[in-house]
């Protein structure tokens, strides 16, 4: 499968965007998703993952975007999104979104776990 993520862009504080990972190749179905980012000077973080349907699209969420991040998947599109709403400047980063086929991991909170990698979509919070 090849993963692409869309949707970054600029964005005032308290502002919303809606990234989009879109699958080719394959059905996204078949894979659990994560949501990750990197900024400038730092490690790469998971924010959001979320397995399949057939595995009760089970959600994980980092702490630092609890209450404020939604991931979802959208099967009639092939597609998963995270929506990040009230947005802070620490939010800005890279973000990617990988994969791995449902079974083949033992966590979603290890980025080690996932497979498949897309390129990353650039997100600007300004304050």
């Known amino acids: 499968v090849q993963l692409q993520a869309s949707g970054g862009g600029w964005v005032q504080a308290g502002g919303s965007l809606r990234l989009s990972c879109e699958a080719s190749?394959?059905?996204?179905?078949?894979?659990?998703i994560g949501w990750f980012r990197q900024a400038p000077g730092k490690e790469r973080e998971e924010v959001a993952s979320?397995?399949?349907?057939?595995?009760?699209?089970?959600?994980y969420y980092a702490d630092s975007v609890t209450g404020r991040f939604t991931i979802s998947r959208d099967s009639t599109d092939n597609t998963v999104s995270l929506q990040m709403d009230r947005l802070r400047p620490e939010d800005t980063a890279l973000y990617y979104c990988a994969g791995v086929l449902e079974g083949d991991y033992n966590d979603l909170e290890t980025e080690g776990s996932f497979d498949y990698w897309g390129q990353g979509t650039l997100v600007t919070v300004s304050s």
């Open positions: 979320i397995t399949t349907f057939a595995n009760g699209a089970e959600t």
């Open positions: 190749g394959s059905t996204l179905d078949d894979y659990a």
